[in-house]
């Protein structure tokens, strides 16, 4: 399997001021951002019956994303910091993943996936950093009876950044903000989840009651940060803020109102 993508987005922006109303106009303001945005990946798996019951994939996957930003601000050329440059990242992950029917109420699902990538930032900025994850994940299913099933999962995830971030750039929805910094060391955000998940269906197609229980340990978590170098003209950009941990609880019910003579009503 492949994908190739590219994105070019070219945009100006020109604000106008007059001292009195109907009077002369002049410029105070020109922006113009451009950018191109390249994804190709390229995906192959095996999988074969290892056992009874039993299932084995491997797989490889490859992949090359290319960001091209570029800022001009002013009523002529300004200096932005970080306002030209060129992201690329080159990743290579390679995965197993098995699949077990222990018996007819029972299955489970183990996979591990060997992550290693290269993202290097030229332009006006130039560095190059080196990243390894391991991501393993286990789903476990019991049909603890025909109308109820208990689901247990861990696994550990890791986000994919988007390169935008990394350079000076705009945000087209917000006119009264010139430009938004970029942050070169911006690093992967990291999660493992935990997960239970309980589902029981009520006689006679009544509907369906299910619960589930997250709790997610994060670290490097992405939020804005503080890049302030003027104190007159403070400014953010998005970073790595720390970890913390998310947990939550579900509750979920689906009741046909059979019982009150109408099937075909759902609460």
């Known amino acids: 399997l492949f994908i190739i993508n590219e994105r070019d987005r070219t945009t100006s922006r020109e ?42 994939e491997l797989g490889v996957e490859g992949a090359q994303t290319i960001q091209n930003s570029a800022l001009s601000l002013g009523l002529r050329p300004i200096p932005v910091p970080n306002a030209f440059s060129e992201v690329e990242e080159i990743r290579f992950e390679g995965f197993a993943i098995h699949n077990w029917q222990i018996n007819d109420r029972m299955s489970l699902e183990s996979s591990l996936f060997y992550e290693t990538s290269q993202i290097e930032q030229s332009g006006d900025i130039n560095k190059t950093r080196d990243f390894d994850f391991i ?18 999962s861990a696994e550990k995830d890791v986000s994919q950044l988007r390169f935008a971030d990394f350079s000076a750039g705009v945000n087209q929805q917000d006119d009264d903000q010139d430009t938004i910094a970029g942050n070169p ?61 998310v947990f939550g609880l579900y509750l979920n019910a689906s009741i046909r109102l059979g019982f009150l003579n109408l099937p075909q009503a759902v609460v």
Not at 135 to 140: A, I, L, S, Y
């Open 135 to 152: 991501k393993p994940k286990v789903d476990f299913r019991f049909d603890m009876k025909r109308s109820f099933q208990l689901r247990l």
């Open 185 to 245: 060391e911006l690093e992967q955000e990291q999660t493992w989840r935990y997960t239970i998940n309980l589902d029981y269906r009520l006689p006679n197609d009544g509907g369906v009651l299910n619960s589930r229980f997250f709790y997610y340990d994060v670290s490097n978590s992405i939020g804005k940060v503080d890049v302030t170098t003027d104190p007159l003209a403070p400014i953010s950009a998005n970073g790595n803020v720390g970890d913390g941990k």
């Open 15 to 56: 604000s106008f001021v007059s001292t009195i109303l109907g009077g002369a106009e002049t410029k105070d303001l020109f922006l113009d951002t451009s950018s191109k945005y390249q994804e190709r990946i390229a995906r192959s798996s095996y999988t074969w019956p290892v056992a009874a019951a039993q299932s084995l």
